[in-house]
């Protein structure tokens, strides 16, 4: 079992629309938890952070948190064409030495 | 803002060659991390580092080794350059204590032929 699951996509959605990207996790320990998301060619830029069970809430993305599901994703509301990217899920390691894990990356396309 | 810089975008070496990779952040961060990234198993840990003169091997180290000898400056060194070390390099740092929200270089693309 892959420590952080993504699913690759691409997930296509049309402009406007609530885009909802989905990440699991296996360390249970875990407590902090994050989205990057990468432009082809470039690197990947942090967006959202969370530590918290529930929502956090930042512009036109909502971070959801379920540590007894494991369970992390991204909502983007009002997708906008300039979203397309690949959005990656990443999760701290529970063991204490700042370690990050990262999924493999879910591919957005936003259609116009 | 936060600054990461990578001294190469491109680079092209041969098979053998000793290859340096340098990273410098101007944030006074203590972690400092390399990745690879290859098409299907995202990014990897070879090496990261938490302070000067320390460091800890990620998940892949075979074939690689570190430097930091200052704090700004994380150096990732291949001994023999091998074809199967062609990658997308990342370099990332983080302030401990800041839940390591990470920021990353524009990355060095390395082709070993």
């Known amino acids: 079992q892959k420590e952080v699951e993504q699913n690759s996509g691409p997930l296509s959605v049309p402009e406007g629309a609530i885009a909802s990207l989905n990440c699991t996790y296996s360390?249970?320990?875990?407590?902090?938890f994050f989205w990057y998301r990468q432009y082809s060619g470039k690197s990947p830029e942090l967006i959202m952070s969370?530590?918290?069970?529930g929502d956090k809430e930042d512009g036109r993305f909502t971070a959801q948190l379920n540590k007894a599901s494991q369970y992390v994703s991204l909502l983007i509301r009002d997708s906008q064409p300039s979203d397309s990217a690949t959005y990656l899920c990443?999760?701290?390691?529970?063991?204490?030495?700042?370690?990050?894990?990262f999924g493999t990356g879910t591919k957005l396309q936003v259609i116009p | 803002d936060v600054k990461v810089t990578q001294s190469s975008r491109y680079l092209v070496k041969r098979t053998g060659e000793k290859v340096f990779l340098e990273c410098v952040q101007d944030?006074?961060?203590?972690?400092m991390f390399w990745y690879r990234q290859d098409p299907g198993l995202g990014l990897r840990l070879i090496y990261f580092?938490?302070?000067?003169?320390?460091?800890e091997k990620g998940d892949i180290p075979e074939g690689y080794s570190v430097s930091r000898e200052k704090k700004e400056r994380f150096s990732l060194i291949l001994e023999s350059a091998s074809t199967n070390q062609t990658s997308m390099y990342l370099c990332a740092s983080s302030s401990l204590g800041e839940a390591n929200e990470q920021f990353f270089g524009p990355g060095t693309r390395l082709t070993v032929l």
């Open positions: 969370i530590y918290s069970n």
């Open positions: 360390d249970r320990g875990s407590q902090s």
């Open positions: 580092s938490y302070d000067v003169k320390m460091k």
């Open positions: 990443a999760v701290e390691h529970s063991g204490g030495y700042q370690k990050v894990t």
């Open positions: 944030m006074d961060h203590e972690n």
